[in-house]
């Protein structure tokens, strides 16, 4: 089955900086690829996803890009604000129709004013 | 628009004991599948509800089953609890039968099994 290694688990950087989370995927079926973002007492919030046949996707301060042929996939936020402090999930998932996303583990991303 | 809901938002049990937690999905969607998260770990897929039916299944064991009504909400029920059944459940809908990918979280429901 399908597994997602995500690194690294924490990330500290100062307002204004940039952040990159990084994942690995196992399954070469896999063709769906969300990131989520998890704050305190809630559950995960969709934040971004990606699909095999784009190479990037953009929104705003944040974007993720694919690389299907190393099965990387990472995401990219700029100038950090300290309300994206929270824990960042990324996902696969093969987007048949029979939904059964396989998350990371997650990375803890704190930005200090 | 109320997002997707779930109850109670907090749990304490025993071992042995049997509990149900309730999911109510976002306005429009369908399909409601089920995760276990455990502490600082990414949630795990359970199992998927649709057309009140279980469509696939993660890997747990028996003791976890579920139920999907024809309001298109969702149930989901865990006999005989452990002290490693102690996580966050979320349940996450979406739409079109979740063709499109898009999954949207609860917030959860909080299990401490004693």
């Known amino acids: 089955g399908e597994n997602v290694e995500q690194h690294p688990s924490t990330l500290s950087v100062q307002e204004g900086d940039s952040a990159v989370i990084k994942c690995t995927y196992s399954?070469?079926?896999?063709?769906?690829f969300p990131w989520y973002k998890q704050e305190l007492g809630k559950g995960p919030q969709l934040i971004i996803d990606i699909r095999s046949n784009v190479g990037e996707k953009k929104d705003q301060r944040i974007a993720v890009t694919l690389n299907k042929t190393a099965k990387h996939f990472s995401l990219h936020i700029t100038e950090t604000q300290p309300e994206d402090s929270a824990v960042y999930f990324c996902?696969?998932?093969?987007?048949?129709?029979?939904?059964?996303?396989?998350f990371g583990t997650g990375t803890r991303l704190l930005v200090s004013p | 628009d109320a997002g997707v809901t779930q109850s109670p938002t907090h749990l304490i049990k025993t071992r042995g004991q049997q509990v149900t937690l309730r999911c109510s999905p976002k306005?429009?969607?369908?399909?409601v599948s089920w995760y276990q998260q455990a502490l600082g770990q990414g949630p795990q897929f359970i199992f998927q509800y649709y057309e009140e039916e279980e469509r696939q299944r993660g890997n747990f064991p028996d003791r976890f089953s579920g139920h999907q009504f024809p309001n298109y909400s969702s149930e989901l029920n865990v006999n005989a609890l452990l002290l490693g059944d102690s996580a966050l459940y979320l349940c996450a809908s979406s739409s079109n039968g979740g063709v499109t990918g898009e999954q949207f979280f609860g917030p959860g429901t909080r299990l401490t099994v004693l």
């Open positions: 306005s429009g969607h369908d399909t």
């Open positions: 996902a696969a998932d093969r987007d048949t129709g029979f939904q059964k996303l396989v």
């Open positions: 399954d070469s079926a896999s063709n769906y």
